[in-house]
C-alpha cells in the first residue's frame, strides 16, 4: 500500500525527471540549432548587387539575424558576438531562382526511366538533384511534374523544410495533368503492355477538377498542365497541337482559385497559348511561339512567359541520332527568332531551365543564353529573382537583399551585369540563414 508521504515522493520524482526531460531536450535541440540561428553573420564581399535597381555597392556587407537578412550597405552594424564571413573579390547577390525543374528526371532516356525506376528508387536520386541545385546557388524552385512519381515530391519538399536534407525552397505539382494519348502518354510502347502515362489523366474539365483535388489532398502546391504536344518542327513549321480548350483551362483556373494555387502550362504555340491566356493562367512555359493577341493578353493579366532555352539546348547537342539533333537545332533556332520578338513586344519573363534531362547544378546557363540570345544581364537576373519570386509566390519574401527579405543570399566570382555566365561559379551559399557552400 502507498501512503500519502510515499504517493508525494513519486509525484516529486515524476516531476523532477519531467523537468530534468524538459531542459536536456531543449538544450540538445539548441545544439543542434544552425549556428547562424543563434549566432548574427555578416557577409562582407567587394561587391553586391541590388537587383531591383541594378546598383553595385562597393563594398557590400549584410547582417543576417536568424533566417532573416536585418541590414544591407556598404557597411552594416556589427552586433557583440557576430561572426563575420569575408567573402573577398566576389559578388553577393540573392540566391537564384529556377521557376521550371525535374528534381525526379535525370539524364539519359528519361522517357524510359520512369518506367525501369521504381518511385523509391527515384526519390533517391530527386534527394541528390534538390542538393546539387540548391549547392549551385538555386535557392527556390518550382518542380514542374515528377513524370509518373506522384505525389513523391511533397516528401522531398517537407523533408527539406524539417532540415533533413539540404535543398532549395520548393513549390510542388505532383504529377502533370494530361489527356488519353497526350504529352506525356508513353505512345512509343506497345499498346498491349498499358504502359502508364508520365502524367494524370483527365479527359475533360470535370475530370481536371476532380484530379487537381486529389494532387491537393496530396500535398501539391500548384497544378502543371500539359496544353500542346507532341511538339515538333516540320518544314520550319511549328506543329503543336492542343490538348485542353480554354473553356476546361478555365475550369481549372477557377479550381485551383478555390484552392489557394495557381496553373501553369506547358504551351509551345497557338492555339494552346492563347487558350491558357485566356484561362488566366500564372505561367505560359517553354511559350515558344506567342501571337499577338496571347501576348496582349499575357500583361493585361500578369502571365509569365518561362522560355527554358537550356533543355533546348542540350537536346540540340545530345541526342540519340543526327537527325533528332538537327530536329532540335530547328526547334532552338525557331525559338530563338522567337523569343526576340517576345522582347520587342515587352513580355514578362520567369526563368526555367526544365532541369533534369540534363544534369542538376548546371541550369545557371539558362541566364547565360538568355542574355546571348537578346537580354540585358540586369532584365535578366530581373527576371530570375523578382519575376520568380511573385511566380513561386514568395514575393516581398525572396528574389533580392533587403531587411526583412529569407536570408537566401549567393555569391559569385564576378559582376554579373558584366559577365552574366559568372552565375554559372557560384562560391558560396545561404539559404535561409544557414550557410550551405562552402
Known sequence: MFNLASIRRIEFCVYAFAVFSFVLFHRSAAAQQPASAQTPIVLRAARLLQVDTGAILQPGEILVEGNRIRAVGTSVEHPAGAKVVDLGNTTLMPGMIDAHVHLFLHPGAEDLQTVIESVPWRTILAEKAAKDDVMAGFTAERDMGTEGAGSADTAI????????????????????????????????????????????????????????????KEGSDFAKIYETGSDRMEGGVLHTPYQYTAAQLTAAVEEAHRLGTVVAVHAMGEPGTLYAAQAGVA?????????????RLMKEKGIFAVPTFTIFDYFAHHRES????????????????????????????????????????????????????????????????????????????IGDLKPGYFADIIAVPANPLDDIST????????????????
Open 157 to 216: 519538399r517537407n523533408a527539406i523544410n524539417q532540415g533533413l536534407i539540404p535543398g532549395p525552397r520548393l513549390r510542388i505539382s505532383g504529377n502533370a495533368i494530361d489527356l488519353l494519348g497526350g504529352h506525356e502518354d508513353a505512345n512509343r510502347y506497345n499498346p498491349a503492355q498499358h504502359v502508364l502515362s508520365n502524367a494524370d489523366y483527365a479527359n475533360s474539365a470535370e475530370q481536371i477538377v476532380e484530379v487537381m483535388r486529389e494532387q491537393h
Open 283 to 295: 505561367s505560359i512555359d517553354h511559350a515558344t511561339h506567342l501571337s499577338d493577341e496571347t501576348i
Open 322 to 397: 543526327q537527325d533528332q539533333a538537327a530536329a532540335e537545332a530547328a526547334m532552338l533556332e525557331y525559338k530563338i527568332s522567337e523569343f526576340k520578338k517576345q522582347l520587342a513586344a515587352s513580355v514578362s519573363f520567369a526563368v526555367g531551365s526544365d532541369v533534369g534531362p540534363f544534369p542538376h547544378g548546371t541550369q545557371a546557363r539558362e541566364l547565360t543564353l538568355m542574355v546571348q540570345y537578346g537580354m540585358k544581364p540586369l532584365a535578366v537576373l530581373q527576371a530570375d529573382m523578382i519575376n520568380g519570386a511573385k511566380l513561386l509566390g514568395w514575393q516581398g519574401q
Open 423 to 438: 552565375c554559372e561559379h557560384v562560391s558560396f551559399v545561404m539559404k535561409n540563414g544557414v550557410v550551405l557552400r562552402p
